[in-house]
């Protein structure tokens, strides 16, 4: 069977990916379990740039098919922040999502609902040796809610309401999430990329 390689550190990701391709022919692995040890910086000005340079490094590092992915929060009433910089937006440590959210909540003090749109965007590259093999993006969109609920996803899913469930991502099951999220679009876009790479 053909592997791929989730190209990231994060677990979260990597267990929604496993979740999102149950029914591929490939088995997914980590760097861990291929013996990869790299975090390329993420230099690109958009999520693409982003998502491609990932691929490309660990392309280069294994002989394997390479999933790569770059995503975030834009805000409209903060001009499309955090961006590409929703992981580390504010300088917050890599890990506090907590206070990357509260961050946010504090910089939208007194905007009405009804301008607190924003969109998850998500964009996946994959690439093989040295080649990028194609890319797929997905979005979701909602509102900022006004303080945090639910305990189910990671990062800002806590605060990103969904008027389609009347919840935030952190409230919906794992199933619910995959259907809609940004992630689950994007990767359901690159099925198509994945299966003509494995029937090439």
């Not at 490309?56 to 499309?80: Q, Y």
């Not at 797929?136 to 006004?146: C, D, K, T, Y």
Request: proline share 4%; hydrophobic share 45%; with cysteine.
């Amino acid at each position: 069977m053909s592997k791929l390689l989730i190209a990231t550190n994060n677990r979260h990701k990597i267990e929604e990916y496993q979740e999102i391709f149950t029914d591929l022919p490939l088995t997914l692995i980590t760097p861990a379990e291929a013996g990869i040890t790299l975090d390329p910086a993420e230099t690109g000005m958009t999520f693409a740039d982003n998502a491609v340079i990932k691929a490309m490094a660990f392309a280069r590092a294994g002989h394997f098919l390479v999933l790569a992915d770059d995503s975030g929060l834009e805000v409209d009433a903060l001009n499309g922040e955090p961006g590409v910089f929703s992981a580390r937006y504010g300088d917050t440590a890599k890990d506090d999502h907590v206070a990357r959210y509260q961050l946010l909540l504090g910089k939208l003090d007194g905007v009405p609902w009804e301008q607190r749109t924003a969109r998850f965007r998500c964009v996946v590259a994959l690439a093989a040796g040295g080649t990028v093999v194609g890319t797929a993006q997905g979005s979701v969109e909602g509102f900022i809610a006004h303080k945090p609920a639910g305990r189910g996803g990671f990062g800002y899913d806590p605060v990103f309401f969904v008027p389609e469930f009347n919840r935030t991502l952190a409230q919906l099951t794992a199933g619910q999430k995959h259907s809609i999220s940004h992630r689950g679009r994007a990767a359901r876009a690159a099925v198509p990329l994945i299966e003509q790479w494995l029937a090439a």
